[in-house]
């Protein structure tokens, strides 16, 4: 199906583990971004990428990696879990910075 | 500091009244944009509207409206003759360019609104 997907829709891991959280779109969209989601917080901007290759720095990048070798998929790694990491991580993406994001449906993500 | 700045928490709108959703921003581009999103009790994200900071007139898609003042800064979203099912978190958001020149999209902390029959 076309869309943007995330995996895994809930993913509970231990402090100080590694874990990558996946992202795919089958629209080739340019421009791919993560954000988390905290009560209080809003969404907050982790990382984005304008094309495969190119990436920046958002809002809140301490503690996260991404890559993005292909236009379709853009990883985010956690390489040593936190507790403060737990929370609700989005993916989204758009065409060339134009029109709206569109999101996944997010991942759930327990750091105990 | 905030890029977008929503100072309610928490609204309640009668059913069928209208409801404005506040939203501030903080730019020094020309060319920016603004949207909103609303987000249900089951959690996916919909876009809702979209006003660009070239658009002369404010931008509507249905009941919704967005009050687009440019000089106070201001995006608010007007949602007309609630209805139950707009009872969901609403989140501002603002397309900016990088020092690179790439987009970047940052949301604000979001407006709980629950309309009550």
């Known amino acids: 199906d076309a869309g943007i997907t995330q995996s895994p829709r809930y993913k509970i891991t231990e402090t100080g583990r590694q874990v990558t959280l996946m992202c795919h779109q089958t629209w080739s969209h340019s421009y791919m971004f993560w954000y988390r989601q905290d009560l209080g917080h809003g969404l907050r901007l982790i990382y984005y990428?304008?094309?495969?290759?190119?990436?920046d720095k958002g809002e809140v990048p301490d503690g996260y990696v991404v890559s993005r070798s292909k236009t379709e998929n853009f990883p985010l790694t956690l390489e040593s879990a936190t507790r403060s990491q737990t929370s609700v991580y989005f993916c989204?993406?758009?065409?060339?910075?134009?029109?709206?994001?569109?999101f996944g449906n997010g991942t759930r993500l327990t750091v105990t | 500091a905030q890029k977008i700045t929503q100072t309610q928490p928490g609204m309640f709108v009668q059913e069928k009244e209208a409801v404005t959703l506040d939203c501030t921003y903080d730019?020094?581009?020309?060319?920016?944009?603004l949207f909103w999103y609303k987000q249900p009790s089951s959690g996916e994200m919909i876009f809702l509207i979209y006003?660009?900071?070239?658009?002369?007139q404010n931008a509507t898609e249905g009941r919704y409206s967005l009050n687009f003042q440019k000089a106070r800064k201001s995006a608010n979203l007007v949602i007309s003759a609630s209805q139950l099912g707009d009872s969901a978190m609403y989140f501002c958001a603002m397309r900016e360019l990088d020092s690179g020149g790439y987009q970047k999209v940052t949301f604000g902390t979001g407006t709980k609104l629950q309309v009550i029959p």
């Open positions: 730019t020094s581009d020309q060319s920016y944009g």
């Open positions: 989204a993406s758009n065409d060339r910075g134009r029109g709206p994001l569109h």
């Open positions: 990428s304008a094309a495969a290759d190119i990436t």
């Open positions: 006003q660009g900071s070239y658009d002369e």
